[in-house]
């Protein structure tokens, strides 16, 4: 067995004003592969991905990026293997231009010059987005925003892409191009989501979070079509949606 | 032209201009005259500026009292009674102001805010003053788009801000969208520090 991207293991963690979040969580997410993190909400999935890069540290159990484990020492090159996309762009693109958000995380690592020129246009062309390099963020649509976040993150060469909601928000045109462009992505992905059907037609396998543990877990497509597991976790399909028939057609 | 050469001139220009004594009528229309050309390199409309110079407005005021109310010996314009001393500082005051607005408009209307931080950057500002500039410059938008989103949503409540005894709801709504920020910035700093970010910017 190769060593997974991501191996998290009895991961407890509680606030400092003593509430806890997590009570034992075991995740584990192999190369190449797509997971969808679901859970309602305050099941704890925005407290576990803020571990993954280490802007939490574990209280009890462990964290580890491709075997090295998520401490204080190895925070920096924790933060090039985990790429986290936040749910709201605005939050995510801070600096004046597109080109230069995308070079932040890149330049924070060391690059410079021509290697970091490259490293911008190659992230930027993943997401389709090459010609807006020198808009403001702001001037974006909402769709082309979490487009340029992602770049952001693809330019420091994650090992695995964590995306919060990925498709909040989002017209359902521009969600379907994100799909299209995550999909063609060679890069292990973790998605905390609430749009199941996003969740099958992207994620092979389901994790569901609840009280803080994994509730369950499995193929999404067992996930989602198992009435009483998802009852019992607050998740419901879209009206008129049967993901046995969607699962189909992918 | 790089932006930290127009902050330069800028600043160069206006220095120039508050050191020149104000009895020196023809150097104050060269002074014009080199911003009117100025603009026309850089295409800048004239109605462009015009319009911007509204800012202005106080000091005119002000220049335009001050003959009336200033000591000295006075002179008769159109049969008021004016201060000679007076008309002489209104005068100043009003060519100073005028020109050091034009000189920063034209500077606004060639230059991105990108391109001024950028420029200031280079000047060696300090790293925090800069990094706080170009925040406020990308997020201005956010927070008064915002900032308009709540006043909206006030007012389909049926809120109009008619008199004193609604100003604390008003309050209320700064202070919501001071929290609001304030949660942004903390999310932003999340965001960054996901991305290496130690405190200082990459150079």
């Known amino acids: 067995m190769t060593t997974p991207v991501l191996d998290v293991r009895g991961l407890a963690f509680a606030y400092p004003d003593g509430h806890q979040a997590l009570?034992?969580?075991?995740?584990?997410?192999?190369?190449?592969?797509?997971?969808?993190?679901?859970?309602?909400?305050?099941?704890?999935?925005?407290?576990?991905v803020l571990h993954l890069n280490g802007i939490h540290l574990a209280g009890a159990g462990s964290v580890a990026v491709s075997g090295l484990p998520v401490t204080k020492a190895n925070i920096k090159e924790i933060r090039r293997r985990v790429g986290i996309v936040f749910q709201d762009p605005d939050d995510q693109l801070?600096?004046?231009?597109?080109?230069?958000?995308?070079?932040?995380?890149?330049?924070?690592?060391?690059?410079?010059?021509?290697?970091?020129?490259?490293?911008?246009?190659?992230?930027?062309?993943?997401?389709?987005?090459?010609?807006?390099?020198?808009?403001?963020?702001?001037?974006?649509?909402?769709?082309?925003?979490?487009?340029?976040?992602?770049?952001?993150?693809?330019?420091?060469?994650?090992?695995?892409?964590?995306?919060?909601?990925?498709?909040s928000n989002l017209e359902p045109a521009s969600r379907r191009e994100l799909a299209?462009?995550?999909?063609?992505?060679?890069?292990?992905?973790?998605?905390?989501?609430?749009?199941?059907?996003?969740?099958?037609e992207l994620c092979d396998r389901s994790v569901i979070l609840d009280g803080g543990i994994v509730a369950a877990e499995g193929r999404t497509v067992d996930v989602l079509s198992n009435a009483d597991l998802m009852r019992a976790h607050r998740l419901e399909l879209p009206f008129g949606f049967d993901p046995v028939a969607a699962a189909a057609t992918l | 032209m790089p932006a930290h050469l127009k902050i330069l001139a800028l600043v160069g220009f206006m220095l120039v201009v508050v050191a020149t004594p104000r009895e020196w009528f023809a150097a104050y229309a060269f002074f014009l005259a080199a911003l009117v050309a100025v603009g026309a390199v850089g295409r800048v409309r004239p109605g462009w500026v015009l319009k911007r110079m509204l800012v202005e407005t106080p000091f005119v005021v002000f220049a335009v009292l001050m003959p009336f109310?200033?000591?000295?010996?006075?002179?008769?314009?159109?049969?008021?009674?004016?201060?000679?001393?007076?008309?002489?500082?209104?005068?100043?005051?009003?060519?100073?102001?005028?020109?050091?607005?034009?000189?920063?408009?034209?500077?606004?209307?060639?230059?991105?805010?990108?391109?001024?931080?950028?420029?200031?950057?280079?000047?060696?500002?300090?790293?925090q003053l800069v990094q706080i500039m170009a925040f406020m410059v990308r997020y201005l938008e956010v927070v008064t788009d915002e900032m308009r989103r709540m006043a909206v949503a006030r007012a389909s409540r049926g809120f109009v801000a008619r008199?004193?005894?609604?100003?604390?709801?008003?309050?209320?709504?700064?202070?919501?969208?001071?929290?609001r920020s304030f949660e942004r910035g903390e999310r932003v700093h999340l965001a960054m520090v996901s991305r290496g970010y130690t405190g200082r910017m990459p150079r």
């Open chain 1, 23 to 48: 009570f034992g969580v075991d995740l584990h997410v192999h190369r190449g592969e797509r997971v969808a993190l679901l859970g309602p909400n305050g099941a704890g999935k925005t407290t576990l």
């Open chain 2, 69 to 127: 109310i200033a000591h000295g010996p006075r002179v008769e314009v159109l049969g008021l009674s004016l201060s000679e001393s007076g008309l002489l500082s209104a005068w100043g005051l009003l060519a100073k102001g005028t020109l050091g607005v034009i000189a920063g408009l034209l500077l606004a209307a060639t230059t991105t805010p990108q391109e001024l931080v950028h420029g200031l950057e280079r000047l060696r500002l300090p790293q």
């Open chain 2, 163 to 179: 008199n004193p005894l609604h100003w604390p709801v008003l309050a209320r709504s700064v202070g919501a969208l001071f929290i």
């Open chain 1, 94 to 167: 801070f600096m004046g231009t597109v080109r230069e958000d995308v070079a932040f995380g890149p330049a924070n690592l060391g690059l410079r010059g021509s290697a970091l020129d490259a490293k911008v246009t190659e992230a930027l062309a993943k997401v389709g987005m090459e010609e807006f390099a020198d808009r403001p963020p702001h001037h974006l649509s909402f769709g082309q925003r979490r487009r340029v976040a992602v770049a952001t993150v693809l330019a420091m060469d994650p090992e695995i892409l964590v995306l919060d909601e990925p498709s």
């Open chain 1, 180 to 200: 299209d462009i995550l999909r063609d992505l060679d890069v292990t992905v973790l998605m905390v989501t609430h749009d199941l059907p996003y969740a099958l």
